[in-house]
């Protein structure tokens, strides 16, 4: 079927910002005519088409997140590919990168083709896998980037745990860079960290649990860029959360050493204080920080220290994370609620609408290297979205199959009305979205 999308303001990163319509023909881009126009008949384009009236909407290239934990295989009762990309097409999402700490590992070619062959059976958002730095995570011998690389890794990472030893490190950034696929750093001192279950801090005290620093992030943010320097090797630094840590990549990226950063919408929207409320369900890794390094995230993100905005989603099944503070699992969920709780950062002035969606969508594609935009024969990758919508976070709305997430009962603004994927409309919110044939 073919696409008229109609009415809305287009906001096409570094391209083109203003209304206009966008036609799809056969899954591709076929035009975008800029300027008012109405809602004009289907012409010129062979039927059937469908037209979509966008009014009062802005129509962006499908977002991208750089960090999700899809869980499969091996631990399907958190999530599957399924259901983790049906999450990501509800909020927005037309691709995400899936992290490699499943079981088995993401460390060999098998694994990464399952993955891919899992995720085009959903036929939802599209899923870049990314494939372990080192066999099993354990820190010791690089995986064959080569063959990876081959089978659609995209990038690699032991996300969920730093590679400890600095030579190995070393050789995994040349070999990484070597096989074109980038390095994500999960930036973490295991010595610091070891025991801590949230931030160390006043919140920490007042529940009597042990903390973690915020030099356990940035002593591993440092020697990361040490070692990008070292190789002229491109490292990403993922979940950014202390006021360190940006500062070490902002001095870096003006020394021009090859990093680029993402952070998550919770570090920038909650402090350490949460965890009072939440409970697990506000417990990660890196955990949420103080007042301070919330604000220097926002700085962060408003200066181009931090490239982009990534979810870190992580699921969790209910009683795991009943299981206390202490013993629950790190992690929250975070796709389906991402465009919401970061539009915030636009109504309170630290991002442009356009600079927003610039850090959901071009940025992290430039990062990976994969397609995005309204370039004429370009996949259509769109979300249409309503920056106006009001309503309160219900968990009862996630289509992930966890629940663990401690933006439950905020009140937000922007909601998804629709996601498509190669011009198949993959999400639609039915109460939202005005079409009519011809
Ligand atoms: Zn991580």
Do not use: W
């Not at 059976?121 to 870049?128: D, H, P, S």
């Not at 309170?348 to 397609?371: D, H, W």
């Amino acid at each position: 079927m073919n696409l008229r999308i109609t009415g809305g303001r287009i906001i096409d990163p570094g391209c083109y910002e203003g209304p206009g319509d966008i036609l799809v023909v056969d899954g591709r881009i076929a035009a975008v005519h800029r300027g008012d126009s109405g809602i004009a008949p289907p012409g010129g384009i062979s039927p059937p088409c469908q037209v979509i009236d966008a009014s009062g909407k802005i129509v962006v290239p499908g977002l991208i997140d750089l960090h999700v934990h899809l869980r499969e295989p091996g631990f399907e009762h958190k999530e599957t590919i399924a259901t983790g990309c049906r999450a990501a097409v509800h909020g927005g999402f037309s691709a995400v990168c899936c992290m490699a700490n499943t079981r088995p590992v993401n460390d060999s070619p098998a694994v990464t083709e399952y993955i891919l062959a899992q995720a085009a059976k959903a036929g939802l958002a599209r899923v870049y896998p990314v494939a372990a730095v080192t066999k099993g995570l354990e820190g010791r011998s690089l995986c064959d980037y080569r063959e990876l690389k081959q089978a659609g890794a995209a990038a690699v990472s032991d996300d969920g745990r730093p590679v400890l030893d600095s030579r190995i490190m070393r050789l995994a950034l040349e070999q990484a860079c070597r096989n074109n696929l980038l390095l994500i750093s999960h930036s973490e001192d295991l010595s610091l960290s070891e025991g801590g279950v949230m931030n160390e801090g006043a919140a920490a005290r007042k529940l009597g649990v042990a903390g973690i620093p915020n030099a356990s992030e940035s002593i591993g943010v440092l020697r990361d860029i040490a070692l990008s320097e070292l190789t002229g090797a491109p490292v990403h630094i993922a979940h950014v959360s202390t006021r360190e840590s940006v500062r070490a990549i902002r001095d870096a990226k003006g020394r021009g050493v090859p990093v680029t950063a993402e952070t998550a919408p919770h570090y920038f929207t909650l402090t350490d204080e949460a965890v009072l409320r939440h409970g697990a369900d506000a417990k990660m890794s890196p955990p949420l920080r103080s007042e301070q390094d919330r604000l220097a995230v926002r700085e962060g993100l408003a200066d181009g220290t931090i490239d982009c905005i990534a979810t870190d989603h992580a699921p969790h099944a209910p009683d795991e994370k009943a299981a206390g503070l202490s013993q629950a699992p790190n992690g929250i969920i975070g796709l389906e609620t991402a465009f919401p709780v970061s539009l915030r950062l636009v109504d309170e002035g630290v991002l442009s609408l356009s600079q927003l969606i610039a850090k959901l969508t071009l940025n992290p594609a430039r990062i990976f290297g994969v397609p995005c935009g309204f370039t004429v024969g370009a996949a259509a990758d769109i979300a249409i979205l309503d920056p106006c919508a009001e309503y309160v976070v219900d968990a009862s709305m996630f289509k992930s199959r966890s629940r663990n997430s401690p933006f439950c009962g905020m009140t937000v603004r922007g909601r998804v009305v629709s996601t498509m994927v190669g011009g198949q409309v993959v999400f639609e919110d039915i109460n939202r979205v005005l079409k009519n044939g011809a």
